[in-house]
């Protein structure tokens, strides 16, 4: 039976968290990413699941954290500045490797900025924002069905990996309203809550990995008595000061995402085949990029374009290997330059890539970026 | 063997308090009304923030979360809400609970979740070597105070009451029984429940300010902390320099995830 929705890309993140199994959510208002808790809201009684408004960011983040441990999937909402106030514990999440998905629906800053304006300005500080090394998985989407897969990818990747998602949208998809046609729940694949692999009796411990480098945390209340600490800690989960177990818990929670780099990096390549330009594009940005490279091509420009929709962690096997097809790279971002970097480091020299930025409230037209298009090519024949 | 060595960690012991900190006595106390209470050690949950108070969570033998600075309430928020057949119960410092943490606080109280939150008040940072928070007494000594406070401390029971709490005692380290027996009420109240419990810092407060050791501070406690009942009948001027412990309030109301419940019952939903 076909579910067919006309719905803003909040609602199809919280609408996508849900049918992942998401069962609380806990946040603070924020424009443009209210929508998201607003569906909640209205949704998770509904199924027997709890929405919680909290007294500001850091609580908005912290009870979700609480609630996963408990043995709920968890969804918190955010845009810029309560971006920022989450960081702290988007690092306990990562340290602690508790299961949580934040959307962080981008709007211009710094600081307040221009309220609301799109911006794509928050790629780095998702990637950084919480001090010391950790991995990170960023996803973001651009269109309003990507929302709803993407929201439902973030969730199975949470409690895959133990770790922070985060999905990175934009006011442009946030708040785009488009058709979509909702899949059956009986189609969507669900990743479970990962459970301990044998007794206390037997020898579980609780931050003991499995093969896939991600550990087994037993939720609270299942008699395992575990401990969870911030603190770097051994498998049994509590604290040491030790280098070597140090060193050993900072790697581990880094290769547990690297070595399934492959399986988590999406993308869609167009008009790659005969391509000797490339745009490399995300988010709501790629959808004026689509239209430029359309129109490129009419002019007779073999350009093609990559829309990445996994930004952390970097694609680089993606991004080196278009280096290595074509001339020159362009990447269009309503920013003052971040991923691009990302994009001159995986090319390696191989092409020349181009930033175009825009950082003044306004999203692109398709003309802007063709025009740079035009532009690169002209460069390159210089 | 005593009868509550099986609410520790043994192996996570000895603790890492300084000698003569009164952190070990709380934390007896708590178990002590866990035991009395008969609580379920696998259904209940010890939760704690960052500082001297909150490395007790590591001790004891439950499931136990050490979260970030200030941040044990909203934590603990979470897990009651996600599974309501949990005791929770937060441990906090002053630093913790009233200084970082004061709006997770007022707003935890506000909601009315039902918490047992004990706060060990060593009236000091300790942790961090002795600066001042929130509950250092005026004009007492503190590195980062080294001329004295001036900035006036709160009372934690009376913010807690003002918040929303309903329930809201204090006790000491001195007071041993009536500690773990106001904890132990707490734990009996569906509800948002505080505890201020104050313990002594002999390193890091008592020394800089001339207090004395650990025996001399828990005289301090015997000797100025009046029941409440005898304190309310005291004269103004006879209350100069004393405090009262004791239950300071207890009241109904309709406890968090009980409301929520009747929300999900609203929406058509099921838990």
């Known amino acids: 039976m076909s579910n067919v929705k006309l719905m803003q890309g909040n609602e199809a993140c919280a609408e996508g968290a849900l049918a992942a199994g998401v069962r609380f959510f806990g946040g603070y208002p924020i424009t443009p990413s209210t929508e998201i808790a607003e569906s909640m809201a209205a949704m998770l009684p509904q199924v027997g699941g709890t929405f919680i408004q909290m007294e500001d960011e850091i609580a908005g983040i912290a009870v979700v954290l609480g609630a996963a441990l408990a043995g709920k999937k968890v969804l918190t909402a955010t845009s810029g500045p309560g971006f920022s106030l989450k960081q702290e514990l988007i690092g306990y999440a990562a340290i602690a490797e508790i299961p949580v998905v934040i959307a962080n629906v981008q709007r211009l800053g710094p600081s307040t900025g221009q309220p609301t304006s799109p911006a794509q300005g928050d790629v780095m500080q998702a990637r950084w924002g919480t001090h010391g090394d950790h991995p990170m998985i960023a996803l973001s989407p651009w269109t309003v069905k990507e929302s709803f897969e993407v929201a439902i990818k973030a969730v199975n990747y949470a409690e895959r990996f133990r770790t922070p998602v985060i999905i990175l949208m934009d006011e442009i998809v946030g708040h785009l309203r488009e058709k979509v046609e909702l899949p059956d729940t009986k189609d969507i694949e669900i990743y479970p809550r990962r459970k301990p692999e044998c007794s206390r009796a037997q020898g579980y411990e609780p931050f003991r990995p499995a093969a896939d480098l991600v550990p087994n945390v037993a939720d609270f209340g299942t008699g395992n008595r575990i401990h969870v600490t911030g603190l770097v800690h051994d498998e049994t989960g509590f604290p040491s000061g030790s280098p070597k177990v140090t060193e050993d818990c900072i790697r581990r929670l880094h290769q547990k995402i690297e070595i399934a780099q492959d399986e988590i990096t999406h993308y869609d390549e167009f008009f790659m085949e005969d391509a000797e330009y490339a745009v490399v594009s995300y988010g709501g940005t790629a959808r004026t990029a689509y239209a430029a490279v359309e129109d490129a091509r009419k002019k007779g420009i073999k350009v093609g374009m990559v829309r990445l929709m996994t930004i952390w962690p970097f694609a680089d096997k993606v991004v080196k290997k278009v280096a290595e097809q074509v001339k020159a790279i362009l990447v269009p971002e309503l920013n003052y330059g971040q991923l691009v970097n990302e994009v001159e480091r995986a090319a390696g020299g191989k092409a020349k890539v181009k930033l175009l930025a825009k950082y003044n409230t306004e999203i692109f037209t398709p003309n802007e970026i063709c025009t740079a298009i035009e532009d690169l090519t002209a460069e390159v024949a210089d | ?271």
């Open chain 2, 1 to 271: 063997m005593r009868s509550y060595d099986k609410y520790f960690r043994e192996h996570r012991l000895p603790h890492m308090w300084c000698p003569g900190c009164g952190n070990g006595i709380a934390m007896k106390a708590i178990v002590q009304a866990i035991e009395a209470k008969n609580l379920d050690q696998d259904k209940t949950v010890i939760v704690s923030g960052i500082g001297c108070s909150s490395r007790a969570s590591g001790y004891m033998n439950f499931d136990t979360l050490h979260t970030a600075h200030g941040r044990a309430i909203p934590f603990a928020t979470g897990i009651k809400l996600a599974n309501p057949e949990l005791n929770v119960i937060v441990i906090t410092g002053d630093g913790d609970c009233t200084a970082i943490g004061g709006n997770h606080f007022i707003h935890g109280a506000r909601r009315n979740v039902d918490l047992t939150v004990i706060l060990f008040n060593n009236n000091i940072y300790g942790m961090t070597g002795g600066q001042a928070s929130p509950l250092t007494p005026l004009h007492k000594k503190a590195t980062t105070a080294p001329y004295g406070s001036v900035d006036r401390p709160f009372d934690p029971c009376h913010l807690a009451e003002a918040a929303g709490a309903t329930y809201v005692a204090r006790s000491t380290a001195f007071h041993v029984k009536h500690l773990s027996d106001m904890i132990f009420q707490g734990m009996g109240n569906k509800g948002f429940s505080f505890i201020e419990a104050i313990t002594q810092c002999p390193i890091a407060y008592g020394r800089k300010n001339k207090l004395g050791d650990a025996p001399e501070m828990l005289k301090w406690m015997s000797e100025t902390a009046v029941m409440k009942a005898a304190y309310d009948k005291l004269p103004e001027e006879k209350r100069e320099g004393k405090f009262p412990i004791g239950v300071f309030y207890n009241s109904e109301f309709t406890e968090y995830t009980t409301a929520y419940q009747k929300v999900i019952d609203l929406a058509g939903g099921a838990r």
